[in-house]
């Protein structure tokens, strides 16, 4: 029986019912079946909704809070807090920033640049 639900919701291409189907409370056959239907029609527009913000592809805001300083060396002088707190952007001082690829500089430029923008 079951074999035969899964293969008719596919047919009909309903594919969240027999993820939810067992989930509804009902009294009588309507109440059931509006609430399938319901939790289908639902998790179409979560699907949608993840769908489209995914095509949109915003920029995604990275910051160093979660970044992994452990692969990066600094000059004797300067340390990560010193990054961390922008003075030299007042002291109109440059940062140059050089790795491998994939080690986080396209991240550590980002959000200096954003940052940055509010010194100017």
């Keep these: 029986m079951k074999a035969v639900l899964e293969q ?3 047919t009909l291409h309903l594919a969240h ?3 939810t189907y067992d989930t509804v409370a009902f009294e009588n056959r309507e ?3 509006l609430g399938v239907l319901q939790m289908e029609i639902q998790q179409r527009e979560e699907n949608r909704l ?3 913000l995914k095509k949109a592809a915003f920029p ?8 992994d ?3 990066v060396s600094f000059p004797e002088h300067y340390t990560e807090a010193m990054l961390r707190d922008l003075r030299f952007l007042e002291r109109k ?6 790795g ?10 980002s959000v200096m640049e954003r940052f940055s923008k509010e010194f100017v």
């Design 50 to 52: 993840k769908r489209l």
């Design 93 to 98: 001082e440059n940062v140059l920033m050089i």
């Design 100 to 109: 491998r690829v994939g080690t986080g500089n396209y991240r550590k430029n």
């Design 8 to 10: 008719s919701c596919k």
């Design 17 to 19: 019912v027999m993820e």
């Design 69 to 71: 300083f452990g692969a």
């Design 60 to 67: 995604q805001w990275k910051t160093l809070e979660d970044y």
């Design 31 to 33: 109440q059931f079946l």
